[in-house]
């Protein structure tokens, strides 16, 4: 990813895993994509959530999962409503979990390079507090 992007994500991550709620999630895809991930934080602890588009998603779900086994990041289901996610434990550090986002990006979606990202806050917002 763009070095702009990823000092954004750290930052974004970092202020999220002081300030947030388990209810608190980034939303992050890359820029003039529909590609997306989803970032929460359980406990000080980040998860890597990829929300399941349906059946004809397969190949990519599949992907994810196995870059989490790669990574060493045991992967559970949950459902968020009527909506089916993988989620996966990334660990407590704001810079290693930037690197695993990146890397997620690059297995499941094919995204290489300098590519931008756009981050969107669910459920917390730095602007609400100043």
């Not at 070095?3 to 709620?21: C, P, W």
Request: charged residues 20%; glycine residues 10%.
């Amino acid at each position: 990813m763009h070095e702009v992007s990823r000092r954004e994500l750290i930052g974004e991550l970092a202020y999220m895993q002081q300030h947030g709620t388990s209810l608190s999630m980034l939303i992050i895809t890359v820029r003039n994509t529909s590609n997306g991930l989803l970032a929460g934080i359980v406990g000080g602890v980040f998860s890597l959530d990829y929300p399941i588009a349906g059946w004809l998603d397969f190949r990519r779900t599949q992907r994810f999962k196995a870059f989490c086994k790669r990574q060493g990041f045991s992967t559970c289901r949950q459902k968020w409503g009527s909506e089916r996610v993988i989620r996966a434990e990334i660990g407590m550090n704001p810079a290693s979990a930037a690197d695993a986002i990146d890397a997620c990006f690059s297995a499941v979606f094919m995204e290489s390079g300098s590519f931008g990202l756009v981050l969107r806050q669910f459920g917390w917002s730095k602007q609400a507090e100043a």
